[in-house]
């Protein structure tokens, strides 16, 4: 099993279109901050995403951030729900971290943390037959979720291609 740590966002966008449900597929079991766990019941969050949260699945396992390392300089300006979980991810010597967040990812990355977002969830997802890329996409437009035109058309591209042979 491998050890995966999430941030908010992929949580939210994934749960708000109907695919939160490929996480525990791909990979067993997740572990989330108790700041992103906070974050995701936060009002500001959306009411289904706050009742995901109210109501944790069992593959969901909910983890303090190490305060020893709360004053990390190299996170200063990244989101506190972010900060956790690669406080978390870089003291469990985690697999993954799931985050979307440029900054955060950047930071991670420079920390050795193996990083992949919702996009990337849902194309690991689409090759392994569990969702189809381009309609989960279609979804994630009816969200704010932002991402670069051209990464979201070299994906959309990737699957198309991929579909064509089949």
Do not use: C
Not at 47 to 61: H, I, Q, S, Y
Not at 84 to 102: E, G, P, T
């Amino acid at each position: 099993m491998r050890l995966v740590i999430a941030d908010t966002g992929p949580l939210n966008y994934l749960i708000l279109i109907g695919h939160i449900g490929l996480l525990p597929v791909l990979f067993e079991k997740v572990v989330l901050p108790t700041t992103v766990q906070s974050e995701l019941a936060s009002r500001k969050a959306p009411p289904f995403v706050r009742d995901w949260v109210a109501n944790l699945p069992a593959w969901v396992e909910v983890r303090e951030a190490p305060l020893s390392q709360a004053e990390d300089a190299s996170l200063k300006g990244i989101d506190a729900g972010e900060k956790a979980a690669i406080q978390l991810a870089v003291s469990l010597h985690a697999d993954l971290l799931l985050m979307d967040d440029r900054k955060g990812v950047n930071a991670a990355q420079r920390k050795g943390l193996r990083v992949t977002g919702t996009l990337g969830i849902l194309d690991l997802a689409a090759q392994r037959g569990l969702a189809e890329f381009a309609q989960a996409v279609e979804q994630l437009r009816q969200t704010n979720f932002r991402v670069p035109q051209t990464l979201l058309d070299a994906l959309l591209e990737k699957h198309k291609e991929k579909r064509g042979r089949v």
